[in-house]
């Protein structure tokens, strides 16, 4: 099983950055994709970025291209987004996710699930 916690959600400005992290545990983390998800009220979820293991592949939905980058650091079970020219259609709750299989961006192909870190851009 695979443990998830993000962290680094916030209130920024339209123009900005955050970098969210999540912080894995449990002895699959290894052996899983990692990928990023954001839900907007009243919307549904949203794929957003996955990184393959242990890092070479990445891709992006097409709100985050050129815009987010996505990384994990094997060595400390984490995974990050760093989120730049933030903007208000980017409010939503953030989840880092991670999958068994390869390449999917699929949120049904994600078994584990972090909690959700809010990140909220005003104009």
């Known amino acids: 099983q695979v443990q998830l916690v993000e962290s680094g959600g916030g209130l920024v400005q339209a123009g900005g950055s955050l970098r969210l992290s999540c912080a894995a545990s449990g002895r699959s983390f290894s052996n899983n994709d990692m990928g990023w998800f954001r839900q907007a009220p009243g919307k549904e979820r949203e794929f957003v970025a996955r990184?393959?293991?242990?890092?070479?592949?990445?891709d992006y939905g097409d709100s985050a291209k050129d815009r987010f980058v996505i990384s994990r650091d094997n060595t400390k079970n984490m995974v990050y987004l760093q989120m730049n020219s933030l903007k208000p259609e980017d409010t939503a709750i953030y989840y880092c996710?991670?999958?068994?299989?390869?390449?999917?961006?699929?949120?049904?192909?994600?078994?584990?699930w972090g909690q959700g870190t809010q990140v909220t851009v005003s104009s």
């Open positions: 996710a991670a999958s068994r299989a390869r390449g999917t961006h699929y949120a049904v192909d994600y078994h584990y």
């Open positions: 990184i393959s293991f242990p890092g070479r592949i990445a």
